[in-house]
């Protein structure tokens, strides 16, 4: 929520105080030109001096300490809005001076707060502009003279360059955001690798590619063996930690086109593309002999193995969905002849095992 003491809210504190700093800073210079024509009370000067060079400190230690940093920034804008207004009727509407000012404001305005805050801005200025005519009275100055239109200057120049910085801060962050979320959205969150429905959809994408371009690829679908039994032993902790460990390994052997992902609870999927069986047999059984000879210092009796079944994809396939069961027969395959085992499916043959000894 916008109104985290330690989340959004004192980010959106922290995007407003350099602009206002700023805007502040430089609208003081074009104030003073604006009133340096006039007899004004020393209150006036002091206020002036307060309002742009103390104000933007003290707004921001008052929203940063606040209970709701959000809410009190807002009402800070409000204030900034009140004293615009107030200083546009002080220097008696010189036109140069006053649209500058208007103009900045409300395009902080709508930066920070989009419609809603424009219009109450609005409002408040116009009770900012009553009150400097209620204590200094009214008029009306129509000529700007030509220090009037040097002071405005900076305020037409630097102001727009640090709102449109810190838009593209904002830009940057959201930009960067997005893609976390787009990743997190796709990956599983304790391996890491593609999750089960995102890893489906590049199958499809593969399987489409590879039938247009009748390039090779594999399939690989790898089960820990007797996974249930080494959460029942061990418990679930260690059990995370032999998904960990085999996510792992198999991000240590992918190569950049090779597409893993978690398929199951305690099943893994692999696309290797321009890959035959005899290379993907290769891969899959280095895969199977480093896992089976991990060891942990602290359980020095557990042992895991796998069990890998493997699908080229082929002319005749009806679809990704064909070309995923021939794997997942080939996975069945292996599990039934003893597990720790690579297993390839073969179109019109049964699946012809290759076991390895321990």
Known sequence: MMDNRSGKGLSFVRRIYLPRIIGLGIGMLSVMAGISTLQMPPWVWGLLLFNGLIWPHLAFQLARRAAVPYHAEYRNL????LMGGFWTAA???????????????????????????????????????????ALLGAGLQLQATPLQ??????????????????????????????????????????????????????LQLKFQTCQQQHCQAVIALIDIDHFKAINDTYGHVVGDCVLSQLSNELKLGLREDDLAGRYGGDEFCLILPNTNLEQASLAMERLRERVGSYRNPQLPELRI????????????????????????????????????????????????????PD
């Open 78 to 81: 409000l204030v900034d809005s």
């Open 91 to 133: 220097m008696q509407f010189n036109p140069l001076p006053s649209v500058t000012i208007l103009a900045m404001m409300a395009m902080n305005n709508f930066a920070a707060g989009g419609q809603r805050l424009f219009f109450k801005g609005l409002f408040i200025q116009g009770l900012g502009a009553g009150l400097s005519i």
């Open 149 to 202: 239109v040097y002071a405005c200057l900076p305020m037409l120049t630097l102001y727009p360059m640090a709102v449109g910085w810190v838009c593209y801060r904002l830009a940057m962050n959201l930009s960067e955001h997005k893609r976390r979320l787009s990743a997190l959205s796709r990956t599983d969150s304790l391996t890491g690798l593609l999750n089960h429905g995102s890893w489906k959809d590049l």
């Open 305 to 356: 193995s796998l069990s890998i079944g493997l699908a080229s994809c082929r002319e005749g396939l009806a679809d990704a969905q064909d070309w995923l069961n021939e794997a997942d027969k080939a996975l069945y395959t292996a599990k039934k002849s003893g597990r720790n085992q690579v297993n390839f499916a073969q179109p019109d043959l049964t699946a012809l095992k290759l076991a390895y």
